[in-house]
Each structure stands twice: as structure tokens, then as C-alpha cells.
């Protein structure tokens, strides 16, 4: 059995407590998320020092994780015992531990938490036919605010629809820094647990590409203010203006890819693979592709080029040559 996200694993769980568990995949907060959920309903409150069995694959042997397996729990109806980085557990271990599975107490239920694992290998071929797999991938577009919501609601917070949509623009999809994020504006709406949108641009951290995204906007949109600021606010996250040139340049050319691709009618999902664009962000970044104005966009990559030569060939400052960039530009 394979479950694919908190909300199926949350209405397993009501159903029944499965013996064993095999948490994988590279989005590492939805699998901690998971195994607290799993914790909750194995151990009861104050008994983890008595039931709670902890390993690390590769360091301890299937003797030894067995062994806790098969051992009774003291304090609540089930022991529970947790192998992390199961992906590292030793080829001949990993065997031992697919036979002592099947004869595992029926008063444990036993964890193993990996990143990746070869899906090509018995060992996750059989948790996938025998036990059941929780498989979390990065959350995208729609999936992606219903997290956030959840999240907020949890803590007895809301965000309107456009305010949610807004911060998972600016932040991206990497978990645990929209959580940070997150934490940070119910930190600021305090007992009034409805946050305002308005507070969104001054206190969340936009990412690095979503920041490179909206300078490219600004210089297209010829708003000169805006695009200082927004060079200003990249530099102050401590990019090294050779990064942010390459960054830049590298914009440049998707935005020159997605037009090309807009011109011949290219399906929308395979001009976001051409052009190297998240899908969940399509929507926008076509738009700008189709504001801006091919000389500017042509312009700025040489500009962009000569700057690098510039920046690798001189003590000249890196700060000053890009708002040289945006001035000439806008």
C-alpha cells in the first residue's frame, strides 16, 4: 500500500494501526510530520523513554532492531521502535530484517525512515506489496496552499485565499521555510488570528528566484524605484553579485525560451520543461514573458555578460555595476 499524503495517512490511521511503516521521499518535513502523527497514536503521553526504541541504519544491525521489536511495551499498548536513515541499513541486514518482519510482536510497530530508496531493490519492493509505503513528494500549485491552510488552521489561524496564494509565490515550495514564514505572521497577528494580507510584503522572506523574478518584472515594467529595491533587498540576503548575474542572465534566457515556445504553440507543461520553469508558477511567469519586450530582454543578457567579464577580470564593485545595469535599462 502506498499513501501519498498527511490527509490519507491521517484516515488510515482513524482505521486502523498498521505493524509497519516505511516513511521516504525527499520533502523530509511532510515525513516528520508523519511520524509525529504516528507517535501520537502509538505512545501514550510521558511513556517515549519507556517505549520508544531508536536506531540509525547502517550503525546498528537487524539483531538489534528486532530485538527492540520483540520487546514488550511497559506503558503503552504498543512499543515503538524507529530506524532513521533506513536507506543506509547493510545489504545483508536488510535481509534479516524482511524475515524477522513477518514475525514481528504484535504489541510493535516499527518505522523505517529513509530519503530515496531503490525502487528496483526487494527491500522496497516488498514493503511496497506487503507493508505500507508513505511516499512524500514536494507539494505543488493548489497542494501547496491547502498545506499552508492546514498549517494555519491547526494553530487556530486564516489567511484569505489571495494572501495564501501571495506567500507560496514569494516563499516557494521548500516546506520548512514556508513554515518559518508562516510562523512569522501568526507571530505578528497575535490574538487577532486573522492575518492581514497587507503584512505579507513586509514580513515574509521572498526566495531568491521569486526576488529575481519580480527584478526582472520591474526593469521590464521600466519601474526603476522598484528594481533598486528589489537589487537591494537580493545583495542584502547576502548573494554575491556574481550569483545574482547569473541568476539574472539564466531568467533571461527562459523568459527568450518561453516566447519561442508561446510563438509555436508548445503545450504549457512542455514549456515549462523546456524553459526549466516550476509548473506551479507557469501561469506568472508566462505573463512576464509576454510583457516584456524582446530588445530589453536582449539587452540585458549582453549587459549581463559584460558584467560578468567585469566582475571576473577587476576589483570593480559588483553592487555599483548592477544598479548601473538597472539605471541604464529603465
Same mark, same amino acid.
Given at each position: 500500500?502506498?499513501?501519498?499524503?498527511?490527509?490519507?495517512?491521517?484516515?488510515?490511521?482513524?482505521?486502523?494501526?498498521?505493524?509497519?511503516?516505511? @516513511?521516504?521521499?525527499?520533502?523530509?518535513?511532510?515525513?516528520?510530520?508523519?511520524?509525529?502523527?504516528?507517535?501520537?497514536?502509538?505512545?501514550?503521553?510521558?511513556?517515549?523513554?519507556?517505549? @520508544?526504541?531508536?536506531?540509525?541504519?547502517?550503525?546498528?544491525?537487524?539483531?538489534?532492531?528486532?530485538?527492540?521489536?520483540?520487546?514488550?511495551?511497559?506503558?503503552?499498548?504498543? +512499543?515503538?521502535?524507529?530506524?532513521?536513515?533506513?536507506?543506509?541499513?547493510?545489504?545483508?541486514?536488510?535481509?534479516?530484517?524482511? %524475515?524477522?518482519?513477518?514475525?514481528?510482536?504484535? !504489541?510493535?510497530?516499527?518505522?523505517?525512515?529513509?530519503?530515496?530508496?531503490?525502487?528496483?531493490? !526487494?527491500? &522496497?519492493?516488498?514493503?511496497?506489496?506487503?507493508?505500507?509505503?508513505?511516499?512524500?513528494?514536494?507539494?505543488?500549485?493548489? %497542494?501547496?496552499?491547502?498545506?499552508?491552510?492546514?498549517?494555519?488552521?491547526? %494553530?487556530?489561524?486564516?489567511?484569505?485565499?489571495?494572501?495564501?496564494?501571495?506567500?507560496?509565490?514569494?516563499?516557494?515550495?521548500? @516546506?520548512?521555510?514556508?513554515?518559518?514564514?508562516?510562523?512569522?505572521?501568526?507571530? &505578528?497577528?497575535?490574538?487577532?488570528?486573522?492575518?492581514?494580507?497587507?503584512?505579507?510584503?513586509?514580513?515574509?522572506?521572498?526566495?531568491?528566484?521569486?526576488?529575481?523574478?519580480?527584478?526582472?518584472?520591474?526593469?521590464?515594467? +521600466?519601474?526603476?524605484?522598484?528594481?533598486?529595491?528589489?537589487?537591494?533587498?537580493?545583495?542584502?540576503?547576502?548573494?554575491?553579485?556574481?550569483?545574482?548575474?547569473?541568476?539574472?542572465?539564466?531568467?533571461?534566457?527562459?523568459?527568450?525560451?518561453?516566447?519561442?515556445? @508561446?510563438?509555436?504553440?508548445?503545450?504549457?507543461?512542455?514549456?515549462?520543461?523546456? %524553459?526549466?520553469?516550476?509548473?506551479?508558477?507557469?501561469? !506568472?511567469?508566462?505573463?512576464?514573458?509576454?510583457?516584456?519586450?524582446?530588445?530589453?530582454?536582449?539587452?540585458?543578457?549582453?549587459?549581463?555578460?559584460?558584467?560578468?567579464?567585469?566582475?571576473?577580470?577587476?576589483?570593480?564593485?559588483?553592487?555599483?555595476?548592477?544598479?548601473?545595469?538597472?539605471?541604464?535599462?529603465?
Amino acid at each position: 500500500m502506498i499513501i501519498k499524503n498527511l490527509e490519507a495517512l491521517e484516515a488510515d490511521l482513524r482505521a486502523r494501526l498498521r505493524p509497519v511503516y516505511l @516513511l521516504m521521499g525527499p520533502e523530509e518535513l511532510l515525513c516528520r510530520e508523519a511520524f509525529e502523527m504516528l507517535r501520537e497514536k502509538v505512545l501514550t503521553p510521558g511513556s517515549a523513554d519507556f517505549d @520508544l526504541s531508536e536506531f540509525e541504519g547502517g550503525a546498528a544491525t537487524a539483531s538489534e532492531i528486532l530485538d527492540a521489536a520483540n520487546t514488550f511495551p511497559m506503558m503503552s499498548a504498543r +512499543r515503538l521502535v524507529v530506524v532513521h536513515k533506513a536507506g543506509k541499513i547493510r545489504e545483508e541486514d536488510q535481509e534479516a530484517l524482511l %524475515a524477522g518482519i513477518e514475525t514481528l510482536s504484535p !504489541k510493535t510497530v516499527l518505522v523505517l525512515w529513509a530519503g530515496e530508496l531503490d525502487r528496483r531493490r !526487494k527491500f &522496497y519492493r516488498t514493503f511496497q506489496q506487503r507493508h505500507c509505503v508513505c511516499e512524500f513528494q514536494g507539494l505543488k500549485e493548489a %497542494a501547496l496552499e491547502r498545506w499552508a491552510a492546514a498549517r494555519l488552521r491547526a %494553530a487556530g489561524y486564516k489567511l484569505s485565499p489571495e494572501g495564501l496564494k501571495r506567500v507560496t509565490e514569494m516563499v516557494g515550495s521548500d @516546506l520548512q521555510t514556508l513554515a518559518a514564514e508562516l510562523d512569522k505572521l501568526m507571530l &505578528y497577528a497575535g490574538g487577532a488570528k486573522t492575518i492581514p494580507a497587507e503584512a505579507i510584503d513586509g514580513l515574509v522572506r521572498s526566495s531568491r528566484q521569486y526576488t529575481i523574478f519580480e527584478l526582472t518584472d520591474a526593469v521590464a515594467a +521600466r519601474d526603476r524605484n522598484r528594481a533598486l529595491v528589489l537589487l537591494a533587498s537580493l545583495l542584502g540576503m547576502g548573494e554575491h553579485p556574481l550569483v545574482v548575474v547569473t541568476m539574472l542572465a539564466r531568467h533571461c534566457r527562459q523568459i527568450l525560451i518561453a516566447r519561442e515556445c @508561446l510563438a509555436q504553440r508548445v503545450p504549457r507543461r512542455e514549456i515549462a520543461a523546456e %524553459a526549466g520553469v516550476p509548473f506551479f508558477v507557469l501561469d !506568472k511567469f508566462l505573463g512576464q514573458a509576454q510583457r516584456a519586450e524582446r530588445a530589453v530582454i536582449d539587452e540585458m543578457i549582453l549587459r549581463l555578460a559584460a558584467i560578468d567579464k567585469q566582475l571576473k577580470s577587476s576589483a570593480l564593485d559588483g553592487r555599483m555595476l548592477l544598479e548601473g545595469l538597472i539605471c541604464a535599462l529603465v
